[in-house]
């Protein structure tokens, strides 16, 4: 491994102009696309193995995902919470560190959402929504931040500290919505007291997906920016590439891992605020339905890319729109879903070995084949 | 009831830290073995829910129980061996991959685990140590499953192999550093597979506990982290298996707490009760932890620790 990094410079003029160019570039997108086909057409040969048809079972998806406006509608919906989840991956992972709490920072978001809607229920929505807004932002910043912090300042493992805190969120939820913050008048699905009209959250117009799809694919785009085009980006990814050489040329990285982390707590929050305001109208335990795992795969397949993430999510939203229909029609269970992203998710990994090894995506070395 | 007073807590915590102790124990003595290999598998959580699938289906299906433990470690090494084989590639992250075979461990657990939801199997046997009282609480509390004792004496057995024997001294230099090793002749990416694979075959025995003894029933809400919280509680026992025994019965009493205060009609606050082992679990974690020095007895090439 060490020959082959000395014998390619790190960077190096494209001598092949647009092609080159073209070709460099393609490599993070063909790779992560055939990983993506790999992962289809071993679940596919594990359907086989259960008697089921792999095109029935893709049709379907397609028709109940993508085949309909009325099935757009349903994967676009679900997408917003993915979207909010992957970037709470994507954005640590920039800096190296494996978050897969998410879920954490969206059941407490959604809580605080609903605990100030029902606090606020008496005052203009002027106040209210930017309150509630708030709130879930900070809880899910604080929730995640927390992760970074102690990764940093105590050497904690993100990883395992994240997933913990994912399930104190849980309990923490179902304690605060069955007990102190409990509506008296929700009786057999504890919940918080239902919002106003004027506090929740309503559709694009002519799209009827709500507005946390927009708020989400904007976040993915500035993101990106932060990432790409910003000196905070930069540092990070330097950080993110090796932390001690960052910590010695006098970058910040305390506060970039503790800002990374918080950021991507707190846009997990939003998708908490979005779930309790544009679809559930309380916080009760529906929110922990495990958009927060999806989104960890979702960043996985969009290598961490922020606008990657969009396309990823839309396609893992679909798939989970169309399993009620699958369950119904080929008679499976509800966990084929998760087989088929615990395939995906080995084949993409699997994929990072092969970067570097395709002369077809190295332009520098063409000429010597 | 005889009137034992708040006694009935203590016991009733002692009785559940052995208990709730076993698949923690099983769990974090597969991932020391794994670890000091120099790897980290966080996929044990998966391993430990397919393991109480297997093993329940198969021990409904034959009648045998026992069959059902070969079946869950069977299972839970293939699960090691495919992680194993794909960290053998260069430059795959073996985290990641413990994610994604959590994911697939679980999937394909509630996969092939729906028909048995609803299904009796034959329990695990226990033995029973309370023969001495007359108190019934003290009875409960000492029926010991056999499974506790097998991980009882594996926690010292293998102590034992990685102090005295050739096997446990040549997964410690793979563990310590991969350059040594291969200058001694050895092969670490072989090694390292092989030790995740026992490792995994010991996580799916502690599922096995958890279906065919306590709770001892299938279904998809069987473990809720344990097999996660087993693979904290080794950098806690500083990957020495001996501590590992005793970190498991400390976490399996937390655990306990929940379901004890709940018996002796304390509901107030039951799910931050619930949450218990988990704030023990980061606590721990945070307490033991350092971001300076290297923890001592951490293996060397360990990602998590470097």
Partial sequence: MTDQTASTPLVTPSPNGFLGMLARRSEAVILPLAALLVGFAVFSIFLLLQGKSPTEFFA?????GFGTAFSWQNTLSRTAPLLFAALCVALPARLGLVVIGGEGAIVLGGVAAGAMGALLAQSSGLIAVPMMVASAMIVGGLWIGSVGALRYYRGVNETIASLLMAYIAIALMNHLVEGPLRDPASLNKPSTAPLADNLRVGDIPGWEVHWGLAFAVLCCVL?????????????????????RAAQVQGLP?????????????????????????AVHG?????????????GILIAFLARHNPLAIIPVAILLAGFEASSGLIQRR?????????VLQGFVFISILMSDTLYGRFKVFAPERWRSA | MEDLGLWVIPLAILGGAIRVSTPFLFVSLGEVLTERSGRINLGLEGTLVFGAMSAYAIAYLTGSPWLGVLAAAAGGAVFGLIHGLICWLPRVNDIAVGIAMMILG???AFYFGKPYVQPVAPDLPSISFGWWSDVPQVKAALRVNVLFLIGAVL?????????ATKVGLVIRVVGDSTDAARAMGLRPALIRTLATAAGGAFAGVGGAYLSLFYPGSWNEGISSGQGL?????????????????????LFGGAGALGPTLQSVGVSEGYYLFFAAPYVLTLGVLIATSSPTRAMTGAPGELSITK
């Fill in chain 1, 60 to 64: 379907l998806t397609y028709r109940a």
């Fill in chain 1, 223 to 243: 993101a990106w920016v932060l990432i790409e085009k910003t000196t905070w980006g930069f540092a990070a990814r330097i950080a993110g590439g090796n932390m």
């Fill in chain 1, 282 to 294: 309380a916080a009760n335990a529906s929110l922990a339905t495990g958009y927060g795992y999806t």
């Fill in chain 2, 106 to 108: 679980m999937g394909l």
């Fill in chain 2, 155 to 163: 926690a010292f057995a293998m102590w034992w192999m990685f102090r």
């Fill in chain 1, 330 to 338: 080929m008679d499976l269970p509800d966990a084929t879903t998760l």
């Fill in chain 1, 253 to 277: 990285v305390g506060r970039l891992i503790v800002g990374f982390t918080a950021l991507g707590g707190a846009l997990a929050g939003l998708a908490g605020y979005f779930e309790v305001t």
């Fill in chain 2, 229 to 249: 919280m087993a693979v904290a509680l080794v950098i806690f026992a500083r990957w020495n298996a001996v501590a590992c025994f005793g970190a498991a019965l």
